[in-house]
Every structure is written in C-alpha cells, then in structure tokens.
C-alpha cells in the first residue's frame, strides 16, 4: 500500500456497487462532492469483506462486554 503520505482520506458519503463483465466497480462519492470508481476481482472484494466482518465482529464483542 502506499506511504501513508500519499493517502488522502474521505469522509464516505455513500458508496454503490455493480458487476461490470468480468469485474466489480464500487462507485464511491465523499462527503466533499468527490467521486471515483474502484475496480476489483471477487477474490479481493471477499479479502475485503473478510476484513470487514473481522472489525464489526470486534466492534460488537467490545460493546457487549460493556454491557
């Protein structure tokens, strides 16, 4: 990934997916008005998702321990 330097961080407005051919496009728009697509294979959508649920899982053991 790149140097943390380089990366601009977006606050996410709303983001919408569609199978496009071979790959999938996330269309994704910030906060600000800016807009970009990002293009990926199923097989790093499902690494990406498998993060995902790795941090909600996380989220909501914290928050049940809390209770």
């Given at each position: 990934m790149?140097?943390?330097?380089?990366v601009t961080t977006y606050i996410?407005?709303?983001?919408l997916a569609a199978k496009v051919g071979d790959h999938?496009?996330?269309a994704v728009e910030a906060e600000d008005g800016t807009r970009f697509k990002i293009r990926?294979?199923?097989?790093?959508l499902?690494?990406?998702?498998?993060?995902?649920?790795g941090i909600l899982?996380?989220?909501?053991?914290e928050v049940?321990?809390?209770e």
């Open positions: 790149a140097d943390k330097a380089d996410l407005k709303q983001a999938v496009e996330i990926s294979t199923s097989e790093q499902d690494a990406l998702v498998g993060d995902l649920d899982d996380a989220d909501d053991t049940e321990a809390a």
